[in-house]
């Protein structure tokens, strides 16, 4: 009794071990980066700074020194008014160096289509706009744009890194491929 208990728990510790997915396959499916608020004083800091345009899991895809954090926060916020205090910067800066610093690998930016199976209806497409993209800008930028299913995803993928709410890898893949259908580059379709 005792002994086939053993038995059964080894056995069960390695059927979990062969059903895990290896690492690699975990981050093959990952598209995004996943940044959390940091603690402390910071963590406002970067509220009410840094998240009315866009996420801070783009921090990711940048592994730089401080000074070339400076520069690149400079060179991106151009004509826009993103200024922090001093003291918030020297903050910011620290943070950002430590986390995403030299020694971190960035997140890399290419998008793995997901394969997808089940396609959306018009129902489900037109629901997706209006709950997710009506977030930001009326839909009509997105029915006055025609466009293939490989310009689509740039689209799409890129109003996901501007922030829209796009985080099922599949669900976003079937918008795509339903936005390419209904707002297909040949108008004589
Ligand atoms: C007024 C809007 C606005 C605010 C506020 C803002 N950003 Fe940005 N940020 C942008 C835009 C727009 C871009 C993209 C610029 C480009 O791609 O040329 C950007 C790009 C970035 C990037 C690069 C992202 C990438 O994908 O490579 C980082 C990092 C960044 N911002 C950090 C910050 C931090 C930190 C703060 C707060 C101090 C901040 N941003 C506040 C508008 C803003
Ligand atoms: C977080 C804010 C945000 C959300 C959510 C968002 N967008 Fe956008 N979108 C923008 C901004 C900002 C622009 C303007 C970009 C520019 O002019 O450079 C834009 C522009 C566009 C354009 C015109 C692009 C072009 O080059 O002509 C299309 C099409 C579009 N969005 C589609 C969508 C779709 C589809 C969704 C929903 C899946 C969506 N957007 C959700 C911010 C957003």
Excluded at 106 to 129: N, Q, S
């Amino acid at each position: 009794m005792k002994w086939g208990f053993g038995y059964s728990v080894v056995f069960s510790t390695l059927a979990v071990l062969f059903a895990m997915p290896s690492f690699a396959q975990l981050n093959a499916g990952a598209t995004r980066p996943q940044v959390p608020l940091p603690e402390g004083p910071l963590r406002n800091i970067i509220l009410k700074n840094c998240v009315s345009c866009h996420g801070i899991d783009d921090y990711a895809y940048h592994a730089l020194e401080k000074d070339k954090w400076a520069e690149l926060l400079t060179n991106l916020h151009q004509g826009m008014n993103v200024k922090l205090a001093d003291n918030d910067q020297a903050l910011l800066l620290e943070y950002l160096a430590t986390t995403f610093g030299t020694e971190s690998a960035p997140f890399p930016r290419k998008y793995i289509p997901a394969e997808i199976t089940t396609f959306y209806t018009d129902v489900e497409g037109r629901r997706d706009l209006d709950v997710i993209c009506t977030e930001c800008h009326e839909l009509d930028r997105v029915y006055e744009t025609r466009a293939s299913l490989a310009r689509w995803r740039v689209l799409v993928v890129e109003m996901r890194q501007r922030g829209a709410f796009l985080p099922d890898d599949e669900n976003m893949e079937r918008l795509i491929e339903w936005l390419s259908r209904v707002q297909s580059a040949n108008l004589f379709e």
